[in-house]
DNA sequence: CTGAAAGCGCTTACAG
DNA sequence: CTGAAAGCGCTTACAG
């Protein structure tokens, strides 16, 4: 092993060792040019004697590629942090990973803080993958400023990025629909109170349906930001000026959390009293007693779609718009049976 | 905006705009030389009309540093696919990401796959976060040919690497104590069958309470690869031959979940006949009927520890060989009440 | 405090 | 099929 000591090998000592040019190795290496198989062979054997392992740095200032891509999300730290909407964040970084290394590229996870400007610093990215951006999202603006691809999960807001339908519609569908043939008659809705479309596609549905089974519509709006507190005191205001409530509809699941503790103050019984669904089926809605009522977003299947439509991107291939993701499944647990 | 068109700006454009040269634009950026204030304001007026942004992999080839940190596990899929183990590597990455940001670092993360050299092929990276490796780990042999500075989060088996403790010992006393306390007095063990120190440590500790407590042990191997499925057929078995079982004490989530499956179906009521205790407080010990015993690691701590011990290795610091990580504690839930 | 220039390690036209 | 050379966009000695 005659390795050029201190120093890490370089495609220099790679070409000189084999008897050819550095050029020669770099054909070699990427399969960009055909080489002589005997050629190709001296190549080989010589990054195996040296030990040589490419510098990605010097390779993406020359290609101009990262083989990057991102995930983030700018949902705020309140309904975000922890184990519960970070769970989400996770089962969708997760699965793009691996499904990045099929196009050879690598995952960073921007982490869901303050400043969006500060968390993309020191990322370099081909593309990334933004998770439900709200009206107006820092980070979209970000990566539209510097002319990054974006593919969305869920459903921009006004912009024409392409993104990965999630089915809002007919998640809000299916779980109204169980709380109606469950014989629910006055069902409240606790939504998040910002410009996110999630958010307004299940206002728009709750609105329509209960308008069809004649029943007076209930929505309380709470601020992302209070989290689970402002669930909580939502929810104990409701049970004082609507008593006859029976059952409570919260997609977002830290307010889930929040309407179930108010419900035990008030000493409701779920489901007997009460019923409770949510969106997401994440470690909130399994760890809360009666485990809530929620929806498989099969989010592992949406993240592969997302992460395959996003290398198309990146390469310059047409993509449509909107891309149909998989349909919610109804995940039925105690807190809304029987 | 005088931009160029088409190319993105760099530091040639910003020097022309600002009437200075290179240097000093890279200098006033980094703070490495000191800059005249107003010179300065010249440069950061012409970076904001340009809109530029620093290329990040001309820094990192210049500079050598890649200011990307990796997280990765070599945990077999079979135990940490899905949202279980997943959870404990997810944790651990989100907590670390946010640390990164301090140190202007991204965090990448290595995906779960067969094959350990793929998985690193297209990420570079200062340093890594390596979770729970086994002996001989392929993980920790690429990254000791590439000499890229290592932390361990749990223990390393004989290499010198620098580590933070877990506290395996203290993990597996409080839960054989918590069993013995509640009068359990036939604990069976089921254990992962690979060479990962977690499991030699629980292993000595159960062997050693046992023989205090004069319990005759009953250690229960099962191949990490077999997961769920494996740890339910050596329960049913066990179950058999050792009818006087009152507790299993099944570190691993997914073996834990395997054994309650078996319970069930022996028709063995948890906790009334059997008490059953796990180590990882994740989504399978939350999500089980009775929900698990089981122990908060404080990995988001643990995370974070490691993240600055990391950082302080790539920056040449001095770092301790052993590092205490936080203190387990017991989470006393339905499956060892009563 | 600032400038001119070298060079990090690749890949890619350009010749042959 | 192969080589010699240019150049990607930074940062950092080296001068002044």
Same mark, same amino acid.
């Given at each position: ?20 040019? /550095? ?14 198989? &005997?050629?190709? /062979?001296?190549?080989? /054997? ?134 109606? &043939? ?41 601020? &992302? ?74 989010? &592992? ?38």
């Amino acid at each position: 092993m005659d390795k050029p000591a201190g120093r890490r090998p370089t495609v220099k000592d790679v070409a000189r060792l084999a008897g050819v040019s /550095q050029g020669t190795v770099s054909n070699a290496l990427s399969g960009a040019r055909a080489v002589e198989t &005997e050629t190709r /062979q001296r190549i080989n /054997q010589a990054i195996a004697a040296l030990g040589y392992v490419p510098n990605l740095a010097a390779r993406r200032m020359r290609t101009g590629r990262t083989n990057t891509i991102a995930v983030m999300t700018s949902m705020p730290a309140a309904v975000s942090a922890g184990s519960s909407r970070l769970g989400f964040l996770m089962e969708i970084a997760a699965s793009a990973a691996i499904h990045a290394l099929d196009y050879n590229s690598a995952l960073v996870l921007v982490p869901p803080v303050a400043d969006p400007a500060v968390a993309l610093r020191h990322v370099a990215m081909d593309g990334a993958i933004v998770i439900e951006p709200q009206q107006d999202d820092p980070f979209l603006s970000l990566l539209e400023t510097r002319g990054i691809p974006v593919v969305v999960i869920g459903q921009p807001a006004g912009t024409g990025l392409p993104w990965v339908d999630m089915h809002y519609e007919r998640t809000a569908d299916l779980l109204l629909s169980h709380l109606l &043939e469950r014989g629910a008659r006055r069902i409240a809705l606790i939504i998040g109170a910002s410009s996110r479309v999630s958010h307004a596609v299940t206002r728009e549905c709750y609105d329509r349906r209960m308008s069809l089974a004649g029943i007076p519509p209930c929505v309380i709006p709470v601020p &992302e930001q209070e989290g689970e507190d402002g669930a909580y005191r939502a929810t104990r205001d409701l049970l004082q000026q609507v008593p006859g409530i029976d059952a409570i509809f919260a997609p977002v699941d830290a307010f889930a959390t929040g309407a179930m503790r108010a419900l035990r103050d008030a000493g409701r019984a779920v489901p007997g009293e009460v019923r409770v669904v949510t969106r997401y089926d994440g470690l909130r809605a399994r760890e809360e007693r009666p485990s809530l009522t929620a929806v498989d977003l099969h989010l &592992e299947q949406v993240a592969g779609l997302a992460t395959g439509l996003l290398m198309d991107l990146i390469a310059g291939k047409e993509i449509p718009a909107r891309t149909e993701g998989p349909l919610p499944s109804l995940v039925i647990r105690g807190s809304s049976q029987g």
